[in-house]
């Protein structure tokens, strides 16, 4: 979705924003641009890469600047739509990240009032508001132009002649980043992290203005104060670190990120939450919300903990349970959310919390609106992600659901010990399918030819069914499908031959003897199948055309290896395709609207 940078200091504008807006890229974008106070506002847009805008925009000088990278909503990626917007006078100049509702009604009004208009998009009222209502005081012009306005916004303004920059959030994320006699604005913190560390996050309803050495926050006309912050991510940890892509640096990080995950909460008893003070009363049940792979971390964490807790889960897409009518639970349930902005998750959020439920976030970025929103916060510790397709944070969000499911867990001490024992070997064991990667990249080659794919597993691998086709279909452009394994002959089997190879995820498990007998349906229907299953499984050997082998773990642990061996075989497909990997066409990192 779309990025938000400011800077206003000592130092030249234009590079530092160009930077930013490198840093945001991951956000996903089709145009960018920039605009710097030289004297009067200079602005360079188009729908490029952030590398070319840099390179064909002229050099302004100026200390005070804003940019932005565009995610089409209102009107197609163009350089006429792309932001930053100015008014009239072209002496105001606005980004802004989150969508107006009421966009058109006010755009009629303020033609109707002269104002002429050059874009499609929701954003260029923005500008034009402040015109009108400016009297010499940028930021009550903003305030006046916001309470026109109906929507979600994240917005840096500027102007000529005032040596500030204004700023206004609401249900879209923006921080302040503090430097030394300069300060940023940002969409998130990898926009700033090769300046500084230290970060305010700001609050909807809050309105700013940040100068070269000071910064006002209020709401609702009174100042308030926000806690400075100290970001734990390092800038080495945005970069790709000698990798081609972020995408297979973040899948060989993974080792590293469940020790990080685990650690933090196996070190310290106290720092596993209490679920909203019920250990000593027990869950009952157990309510989990979340979108796309965060969904599937959910799906996965309920087998966890119907089997480990003994408790009914129910899990829901958060844009489905936002929008139909049911009965809501008013005890407790989880929120996975990675990016801590998306906004059907922080709506189904809000709603739950609303009707009197406690809602525990799961996210990777500490500050986030969900972190905000919820009752309580579990970070996991994957680290920034760049990739837009998420793999780390996958990992982490599934270590976060296995400490927590065995923490309250009432499955028997040996059990729970051996499980725990296992827990922390999961390291080396996903080293081991990392360092199988020569193998996967055959079978990425072969599986690079077809256009449809289907996936399929049953019980704790269904979820990793859809997570594999999810990657593969996002990052490569091939169709894929992911299935519980028994419902094949209920629909797909119409649509299985030769063009079409199915990938197996087999279990040894109580599953193990039905996925046999899929798997013959398949091959009887004459389809390619790649097996992914445990080393030394001589019965799937025979069986399948193909297998891709990861080490043995206890079933439970089964969606840690085998959803790495899916991630390689999806990035080398990808890459076999030429595709662009960490960026898919049309995807956003945070997906900021509904
Ligand atoms: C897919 C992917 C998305 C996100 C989804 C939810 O690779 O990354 O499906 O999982 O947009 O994101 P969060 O977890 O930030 O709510």
């Not at 579990?378 to 599934?398: C, D, H, N």
């Not at 004459?526 to 043995?552: F, K, M, Q, W, Y």
């Amino acid at each position: 979705m779309c990025g938000i940078i400011g800077y206003i200091g000592d130092r030249q504008a234009q590079s530092r924003l160009l930077k930013g807006l490198a840093r945001l890229e991951y956000r996903g974008y089709d145009s960018c641009g920039i605009a710097v106070v030289t004297g009067g506002v200079e602005v360079y847009k188009d729908t490029v890469r952030v590398e070319a805008l840099g390179k064909a925009s002229p050099r302004f000088k100026g200390t005070m600047g804003i940019g932005h990278t565009r995610w089409a909503t209102h009107g197609a990626p163009s350089q006429v739509n792309a932001h930053p917007h100015l008014d009239c006078t072209g002496n105001i100049a606005v980004v802004h990240n989150g969508v107006i509702n009421n966009y058109q009604e006010l755009r009629n009004q303020l033609t109707s009032e002269g104002h002429n208009f050059t874009s499609e998009t929701d954003t260029e009222v923005i500008p034009h508001l402040i015109e009108k209502y400016y009297d010499g005081n940028l930021m009550g012009a903003l305030q006046a132009a916001l309470s026109d306005i109906e929507g979600s916004y994240a917005i840096i303004v500027l102007m000529t002649d005032e040596p500030k920059l204004v700023v206004a959030k609401k249900d879209s994320p923006l921080i302040i980043g503090l430097g030394d006699r300069e300060n940023y604005i940002a969409s998130d913190v990898p926009a700033i992290l090769d300046y500084t560390d230290r970060v305010i996050y700001l609050e909807d309803g809050d309105i700013g203005v940040v100068t070269r050495n000071d910064i006002r926050i209020e709401r609702d006309g009174i100042e308030v104060d926000r806690e400075e912050h100290k970001v734990l991510w390092t800038v080495e940890e945005a970069q790709k670190a000698g990798y081609e892509h972020f995408f297979l640096k973040e899948i060989h990080e993974q080792p590293k990120v469940i020790r990080n995950t685990l650690g933090d909460y196996t070190r310290d008893a106290e720092l596993v939450v209490d679920l909203a003070g019920i250990r000593d009363t027990g869950i009952e049940s157990m309510l989990m919300i979340a979108c796309g792979t965060s969904f599937h971390a959910a799906l996965v964490g309920k087998y966890i903990m119907e089997e480990l807790l003994k408790i009914p889960v129910r899990v829901e897409i958060a844009s489905e349970f936002n929008y139909y009518s049911h009965t809501l639970v008013k005890n407790i349930a989880l929120a996975i959310i990675q990016s801590g902005e998306t906004a059907d998750t922080l709506k189904a959020m809000k709603r739950l919390r609303e009707a009197g439920c406690q809602v525990i976030a799961i996210t990777n970025v500490v500050g986030s609106t969900a972190s905000r929103i919820a009752s309580q916060t579990i970070y996991t510790r994957a680290g920034p992600e760049i990739s837009v397709a998420a793999t780390k944070t996958f990992m982490a969000q599934l270590m976060v659901l296995y400490w927590l499911v065995m923490s309250y867990s009432k499955a028997d001490a040996r059990r729970l010990t051996s499980l725990l024992m296992e827990l922390r070997q999961l390291p080396s064991k996903v080293q081991q399918v990392l360092d199988n990667e020569t193998e996967i990249i055959e079978y990425a080659k072969y599986l690079s030819k077809y256009e449809d794919v289907f996936f399929i597993g049953r019980g704790i691998n269904y979820p990793i069914a859809l997570e594999g086709a999810l990657k593969l279909k996002e990052i490569s452009y091939i169709h894929a499908e992911g299935y519980a394994a028994g419902e094949l002959k209920h629909g797909p089997f119409a649509l299985l031959g030769s063009n079409t190879p199915v990938i197996a995820i087999v279990a040894r498990d109580n599953t193990y003897e039905a996925m046999l007998t899929n798997i013959k349906e398949i091959k009887a229907r004459g389809s390619p199948l790649i097996a992914l299953a445990e080393e030394g499984n001589e019965a799937i050997e025979e069986l399948a055309d193909s297998i891709i082998t990861v080490p043995r773990v206890d079933t439970i642990f089964s969606p840690v290896v085998n959803i790495v061996a899916l991630q390689l075989l999806a990035y080398y497909t990808a890459k076999e395709r030429g595709c662009p990997i960490d960026f898919p066409r049309n995807l956003a990192k945070s997906v900021t609207v509904e």
